[in-house]
């Protein structure tokens, strides 16, 4: 069992930055990829980022590349986004969840969802 909690969020500006934390519980949290979601307002969750197990490998949306950067800190068993030069279409509810690799499209791992912490971006 791994336990995740998101903090981070807040209101900004465009043009901003943010840094989301995801902090992990548990013996084995090092063994997972991870990933960022997001909820925008409306619409369903969507794929934001990835980092395997070790750190070695990332991936992003298109959405987002260039300018969210992801990582991890496994004697923290923390995980953060960076978040730059953001938009108003960049407000969400962002989520952390353990995550397939690429091949299964960086879908969810596990079956729960923590509360998530909202993004909100000004235009």
């Known amino acids: 069992q791994v336990q995740l909690v998101e903090s981070g969020g807040g209101l900004v500006q465009a043009g901003g930055s943010l840094r989301l934390s995801c902090a992990a519980s548990?013996?084995?949290?090092?063994?997972?990829?991870m990933a960022w979601y997001r909820q925008p307002p409306g619409k369903e969750r969507e794929f934001v980022a990835f980092i395997s197990d070790i750190g070695g490998r990332t991936y992003y949306a298109d959405s987002v590349k260039g300018r969210f950067t992801i990582a991890r800190d496994k004697g923290k068993n923390t995980m953060y986004l960076q978040m730059d030069t953001l938009k108003p279409e960049d407000t969400a509810i962002y989520y952390c969840?353990?995550?397939?690799?690429?091949?299964?499209?960086?879908?969810?791992?596990?079956?729960?969802w923590g509360q998530g912490t909202q993004v909100t971006v000004s235009p």
């Open positions: 548990g013996r084995t949290y090092s063994l997972y990829n």
């Open positions: 969840n353990a995550a397939r690799g690429q091949a299964s499209a960086f879908e969810p791992l596990f079956d729960s």
